[in-house]
């Protein structure tokens, strides 16, 4: 069956950094976009970023442009999302989230498959 498993969350003081890893299994994970979203208590899930399954585009959220980076290997399956300068508004449950189809790619309900997310914590 599909997973999606989400590592690497912690808590950090502001101005840290983090590597969020995602990795893949029961689907064909290079023929997939793959997004972050995050979610804040009593907030709505956010899109952070996406990207294209060649990994040749991306898209980001402009609350963390410049600082996050979003990358992908599809030789091993795996996502990943780098944090840097990270701020304590960045604090929020972070979960990986695969797509077959290009449509919005910010977009939750663009998306088919999500992971059980990961918890960052930033502290000021």
Known sequence: ????????????????????????????????????????????????????PGGFSTWYANSVKGRFTISRDNAKNTLYLQMNSLKPEDTAMYYCAAARYDRSPLYEGSYDYWGQGAQVTVSS
Do not use: D
Request: glycine share 18%.
């Open 1 to 52: 069956q599909v997973q999606l498993v989400e590592s690497g969350g912690g808590s950090v003081q502001a101005g840290g950094s983090l590597r969020l890893s995602c990795t893949a299994s029961g689907f064909t994970y290079s023929t997939y976009y793959m997004g972050w979203f995050r979610q804040a208590p009593g907030n709505q899930r956010e899109g952070v970023a996406s990207i294209s």
